[in-house]
């Protein structure tokens, strides 16, 4: 969603990594027993869960013909800062989605730990939550933050809503959005993050055709 807001986030003043150095993060953690954050033994468990799922995501999922068309008339003068933790599953997909979206856009991605970053997070609450992830689109020139788009595609949101009133046990719908995510690789995400940044260029009064 657009934002309007006149706080500044200077991404450079943050302990930020870069998706490769994320993913060596999420690797060797999860070689070694651990998580970001909390370290438990659910969030040990969801980050070698995460670690496999990403790598099945920087594997196997392409980017969609509308990034590419947007690639080749466009180039946002953003950049990403993504809000995420070792052991959050909807970050898994999301974050290395976005990645090869972010590429193939030139767009730079900054990655932060959102327990380690409660000021930051606290601008992007969900629903009064602090929901994971959060990827912020950040003006590149006067470092406002533009739009904010997360924590779910809204058919994964919807299938979480809709489970949750029907008293559905939480690790049956959890399996059923992980279905979902391996099903729709990264299609529906980079077609909402596209429309977003068709919606970030008409803020900006940059004039672009969807055709």
């Known amino acids: 969603m657009l934002l309007k807001t006149n706080q500044v986030i200077d991404i450079d003043t943050l302990n930020t990594y870069s998706y490769s150095e994320y993913m060596e993060l999420i690797r060797s953690l999860a070689a070694n027993e651990g998580s970001t954050g909390t370290q438990g033994e659910t969030e040990i468990y969801y980050t070698k869960m995460n670690a496999q799922r990403m790598e099945r995501v920087n594997k196997t999922w392409t980017v969609i013909p509308e990034v590419v068309a947007l690639s080749e008339k466009y180039s946002p003068q953003v950049r990403i800062l993504a809000i995420v933790e070792s052991w959050c599953a909807d970050a898994a997909p999301n974050t290395a989605t976005i990645a090869l979206l972010a590429e193939q856009l ?12 409660p000021e930051i997070m606290d601008m992007f ?6 929901s994971i992830p959060k990827f912020i689109f950040i003006d590149s020139e006067t470092h406002l933050p533009l739009a904010s788009w997360g924590p779910r595609q809204k058919p994964a949101a919807d299938l979480v809503k809709t489970a949750r009133e029907n008293g559905v ?11 979902w995510y391996n099903q729709d690789k990264g299609v529906t995400l980079q077609k909402e993050i ?8 008409e803020k900006k009064h940059v004039q672009l055709s969807k055709n």
Not at 106 to 117: A, G, Q, S, V, Y
Not at 125 to 130: A, I, K, Q
Not at 169 to 179: F, I, N, S, T, Y
Not at 194 to 201: G, K
């Open 106 to 117: 030139h767009i730079d991605m900054d990655i932060i730990l959102r327990d380690e970053n």
């Open 125 to 130: 609450l969900t629903n009064g939550t602090r």
């Open 169 to 179: 046990d939480g690790e049956v719908w959890k399996a059923d959005l992980q279905k």
């Open 194 to 201: 596209v429309e977003l940044l068709f919606q970030i260029a």
